[in-house]
């Protein structure tokens, strides 16, 4: 195998523990790889007045591949206060280099699988008949529209005239909200392109092909959003009639999904939505296989092959400066997986997660979120696994 270059971003807080602990992993199974830094978070910001610094651009840009840990964002004002004093009064205004990244390199496409491990006591379990328990196996991939819908920035407070205007001439804005001063509107868009709409879809669709799922499940509520989330499902069919008539197409509203997670989670295979409603949908559905010590991610752009791949927890502050780190790395060390996914190391990533899996179910080596421990300093000596114990639990398997 050729040596590999990798973007290591660790970014804020716990993300550096974890993503030192997952690439150790890396390292065992075999993994070949020149690790390259890249600046990314808070410190950027504070000293630099940016969290994603040109340099870590070009990084990405030239080696295609990142592995990211989690980065802190603070509110508007916030930031502002803590630039350092050179860079006050600059007019500098923080944004999220999550967004940016994603935004800067198309990264359109998000994925997040969310699969229980066999003994993960914190797997969602319900109570069936005769006071039994059972515990549903999940196996849900979320395909997240990664760059468009709410959260592409276009959003106004006190919009400009132009835009008021505009509003002005849609039947519903007069009829609802033209007695209202300009100054008390704030005004967030959901846009929607064909091109990425369909992207996204097609991503889901051939996943659910590849990996043989039954069904994709359009998550949105085009009962309501007509337009935006209409077009999707509208596109969803056409998709799937021309090109996947095999699989199942299914539609479901992200408020009735979100009460189905605890009825029927075991019956969904690939959802698909846009961005907000992926991103809430993926939470969902982490919290019913261990929540954020086990959700992983990947987001690329498949035109460019960059992909950055992370665990979709943050950077977890007040843990950040525990003598010893108490984190469960597995959310990373999946991420890790996806990428060697990504990368055609399937082989090596199915020995990874066995692996985990099989340390999840012995349930010796147990981090304090596994433990259903309040997370303080002393939950190491209490029993709780560090981690880079999970970690060494791991390489041990491998
Ligand atoms: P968080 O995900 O950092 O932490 C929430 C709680 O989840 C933690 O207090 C901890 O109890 C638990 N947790 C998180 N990761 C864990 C792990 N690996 N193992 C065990 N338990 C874990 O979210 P929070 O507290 O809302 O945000 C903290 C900072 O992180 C903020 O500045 C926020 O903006 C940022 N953030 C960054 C993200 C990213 O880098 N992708 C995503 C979410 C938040
Ligand atoms: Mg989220």
């Not at 523990?17 to 410190?43: K, P, Q, S, T």
């Not at 077009?231 to 979100?258: F, G, H, R, V």
């Not at 752009?301 to 525990?322: L, Q, R």
Request: charged share 25%.
């Amino acid at each position: 195998m050729a040596k590999r270059t990798i973007v290591s971003m660790p970014g804020d807080g716990i993300g550096k523990n974890v993503l030192e602990a997952a690439i150790r992993v890396l390292d065992v199974a075999g993994f070949e790889a020149e690790y390259v830094h890249a600046d990314i978070g808070w410190e950027f910001w504070c000293n630099e007045g940016n969290p994603l610094p040109q340099r870590t651009l070009y990084l990405i840009e030239k080696h295609k591949i990142a592995l990211f840990g989690a980065i802190t964002s603070k509110p508007k004002d916030a930031a502002a206060a803590e630039l350092s004093p050179a860079l006050q009064d600059k007019g500098l205004v923080y944004s999220s280099p999550i967004v940016g990244l994603r935004q800067h390199f198309g990264l359109d496409i998000c994925m997040r699988p969310c699969r229980s491990y066999k003994g993960n006591p914190l797997n969602f379990v319900r109570r069936g008949p005769n006071d039994t328990i059972e515990e549903p196996e999940i196996d849900a991939v979320i395909f997240r529209q990664n760059t468009e819908g709410l959260y592409s920035g276009v959003e106004w407070s006190n919009p400009p005239d132009k835009v008021y205007e505009a509003l002005m001439t849609h039947p519903k804005f007069v009829k609802n909200f033209s007695k209202t001063p300009k100054e008390e509107l704030s005004v967030s868009t959901r846009i929607f392109t064909r091109k990425a709409t369909e992207r996204i879809l097609r991503a889901a669709f051939e996943h659910a092909k590849k990996y043989g799922y039954k069904s994709v499940t359009v998550c949105e509520k085009p009962n309501v959003i007509r337009e935006t989330s209409g077009m999707m499902y509208k596109m969803a069919q056409q998709i799937q009639k021309s090109d996947y008539p095999e699989i199942e197409l299914w539609n479901t509203n992200i408020d009735a999904q979100m009460m189905w997670l605890t009825k029927n989670p075991d019956n969904y295979g690939v959802i698909v939505a846009g961005n907000m409603f992926g991103d809430i949908v993926s939470d969902g559905f982490a919290g019913l296989i261990g929540g954020l010590g086990f959700a992983c991610s990947a987001q690329f752009n498949p035109d460019t092959g960059i992909g950055v791949f992370e665990p979709t927890h943050g950077s977890a502050p007040k843990y950040a400066d525990y003598p010893v780190s108490i984190v469960n790395p597995i959310a990373m060390v999946e991420s890790a997986c996806m990428m060697l996914d990504y990368i055609d190391e399937n082989a090596m990533a199915a020995r990874i997660r066995k692996a985990v899996a099989t340390v999840v179910a012995e349930g010796k080596v147990r981090t304090y979120d596994m433990m259903k421990m309040a997370g303080r300093p002393d939950v190491v000596e209490k029993g709780a696994a560090s981690t880079s114990q999970i970690a060494d639990a791991i390489i041990a398997q491998l």
